[in-house]
């Protein structure tokens, strides 16, 4: 499937009901030819006005995140586990992330990132299993990858959490700014 042939079936889904509650599907933003690909869990209130991802709160920590290590919005590429907000914000359940995800998955195969950036637990536990975030958070991980055969997956506390624990928040920075090794690294590897 296409670029825009994708973008065409996300924009008309309505395959679980959180197409009901939505202003806008929220496909995701950035670079189609992106070596990173950031992966939140669902829109807020924000994101669904606008129809853009992590353009919140949180959105704005994200950006400045990618700024410090030098790259901007435009060069990766954000998207969600759901492509629709819950209502209140609250979890994406198991049977609206499975009809979401064959959506992510054309995303990941038309772009073929070279890292995956999971942002919080959710969207951990969709790539990697049996690890939790607080032991495993900074840490490159390959796994069964989406357009490889293993992938290199970094996950990261959830900007959300960053905005009122500032002990994570410096967490998070310190963990964003392996990014580029971990790119440099990628690029060696045979
Ligand atoms: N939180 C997310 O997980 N995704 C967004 O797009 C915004 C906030």
Redesign the pocket.
């Known amino acids: 499937m296409l670029k825009d042939e994708l973008l065409d079936k996300i924009g008309d889904c309505r395959l679980c009901g959180l197409c009901e509650g939505r202003t806008n599907v929220?496909p995701g933003d950035g670079s189609w030819e992106a070596d990173i690909f950031f992966v939140?869990?669902?829109?807020?209130k924000?994101?669904d006005l606008q129809g853009?991802?992590?353009?919140?709160a949180?959105?704005r920590l994200l950006t400045e995140m990618i700024e410090s290590i030098g790259m901007s919005r435009d060069e990766v590429f954000?998207?969600?586990?759901v492509k629709c907000r819950p209502p209140s914000?609250r979890d994406p359940l198991p049977e609206e992330v499975k009809s979401c995800w064959p959506y992510l998955e054309h995303q990941i195969k038309i772009i073929k990132p070279k890292l995956i950036v999971t942002?919080?637990r959710?969207?951990m536990a969709r790539f990697l299993s049996g690890v939790k975030i607080s032991e495993v958070h900074g840490q490159p991980k390959r796994a069964e990858g989406i357009w490889q055969d293993r992938q290199v997956f970094l996950p990261l506390y959830?900007?959300?959490v960053a905005l009122y624990d500032s002990r994570k928040k410096s967490v998070l920075f310190k963990d964003f700014a392996k990014i580029p090794l971990i790119l440099k690294k990628i690029d060696e590897s045979p």
């Open positions: 929220v939140g869990e669902g829109p807020g924000d994101e853009k991802p992590f353009v919140g949180a959105g954000i998207t969600n586990v914000n942002l919080g959710h969207s959830h900007p959300a």
